[in-house]
């Protein structure tokens, strides 16, 4: 489970010099569901619930199962499907599947559902949990049952997520008090050196035969920021089981990025123009193109003019142009120059190496 998510220690040192930026998300074609058996019929049903997964996976939200052309899909699964196989984890069979992703994102466009793309917000997890009787932060160290759940549950969701390392630095700063009492101001401070997107505090407690649950989603202050920032969400609830409530958070976070960073595709095609500064190679050029062409929201792109260290492209878009930049003010690689003339309002700074 480690290696499908980067580590917090290796995190902090690719992120401490680039700033926050978004994280691509692999295996966004893949799913592994848990089978009794390698018979037809079990093999065939684990695969419509593994393009479920995808499904959900690729557009944010388990509501898109409801839409009739996403059912009509479901029942014939194996026709998007690119290769399957078993494999065991932890004494448990799995039918793993892969499909076309290209084929799920124009189904999804052809039914008019929202497409998150590859490119999402790194989230840093403050969470507190019930560990034999007593409250504890999550770590990014060790392998409890919780992190366990929390790390399938972001895997699921196609959430990136970070825990905390929670050593020496963090424990002067951030208490299960500063958590639990959502306290933002205390958690501040040590939320900026993981250098992520967003972060959450979170609370988990049994509460009799159910478990309570309670998150809150922060944007992490811009540099010179003093004031603690205010929630972007807020929510709480109750769920059966841990595994469910970690479900839950994500879940909620899922709607949250969906809803800001999911495209949804209107049929007509909107055009804009982009101007990068700091093109200097042929690599950077051909990095800068293939970079904007799997964005969600483009549906072409073509180079319109090149000189010098500048290159203009024009965008054929699926969504507005608002849709656009929100997704390139979530990439670390690119930053818009400051400029009082209109010419240079779509003027950028692309720094792919």
Same mark, same amino acid.
């Given at each position: 489970?480690?290696?499908?998510?980067?580590?917090?220690? &290796?995190l902090i040192s690719l992120l401490a010099w680039q700033g926050a930026q978004a994280v691509e998300v692999a295996k966004l074609d893949e799913a592994d569901v848990q089978v009794g058996s390698r018979s037809a019929s079990e093999r065939d049903s684990a695969v419509r619930e593994a393009l479920a997964r995808v499904l959900v996976k690729n557009s944010g939200s388990a509501a898109v199962l409801e839409h009739p052309l996403i059912r009509q899909q479901l029942s014939s699964a194996s026709a998007l499907l690119r290769q399957y196989g078993y494999l065991e984890k932890e004494r448990q069979l799995y039918v793993h599947a892969s499909f076309d992703q290209a084929r799920i994102v124009s189904l999804l466009r052809d039914a008019q559902l929202p497409v998150w793309g590859k490119q999402r917000p790194l989230t840093l997890m403050w969470l507190v949990v019930e560990r034999d009787g007593e409250r504890a932060l999550l770590a990014d160290q060790g392998e409890s049952v919780q992190r366990q759940l929390l790390m399938q549950a972001a895997e699921n969701a196609g959430i990136p997520v970070l825990l905390p390392l929670?050593?020496?630095?963090?424990?002067? =700063?951030?208490?299960?008090?500063?958590?639990?009492?959502?306290?933002?101001?205390?958690?501040?401070?040590?939320?900026?050196?993981?250098?992520?997107?967003?972060?959450?505090?979170?609370?988990?407690?049994?509460?009799?035969?159910?478990?309570?649950? =309670?998150?809150? &989603?922060?944007s992490r202050p811009r540099e010179g920021e003093t004031l603690p920032p205010q929630a972007l969400l807020s929510q709480q609830g109750s769920a059966a089981s841990e595994d469910q409530a970690m479900s839950a958070l994500l879940s909620l976070l899922s709607g949250y990025y969906v809803e800001k960073y999911a495209v949804t595709s209107t049929g007509e095609s909107q055009l804009s123009e982009l101007t990068f500064v700091g093109i200097n190679k042929l690599a950077d050029l051909v990095s800068l193109e293939a970079f904007l062409g799997q964005l969600s929201v483009v549906k072409s792109v073509s180079l319109k003019q090149m000189a010098a260290d500048r290159?203009?492209?024009?965008?054929?878009?699926?969504?507005?142009?608002?849709?656009?930049?929100?997704?390139?003010?979530?990439e670390g690689k690119i930053s818009r120059l400051d400029s009082l003339q209109d010419e240079q309002a779509n003027t950028y700074q692309w720094r792919g190496q």
């Open positions: 489970m480690r290696n499908k998510f980067l580590s917090i220690s &290796l929670m050593d020496l630095d963090d424990l002067m =700063q951030v208490s299960v008090n500063s958590v639990r009492g959502m306290f933002v101001d205390e958690v501040m401070t040590a939320t900026n050196r993981y250098q992520s997107d967003f972060f959450v505090l979170g609370n988990m407690e049994a509460a009799g035969e159910t478990v309570n649950y =309670q998150l809150s &989603l922060y290159v203009t492209f024009n965008l054929s878009l699926f969504g507005t142009r608002e849709d656009l930049d929100r997704l390139l003010n979530l």
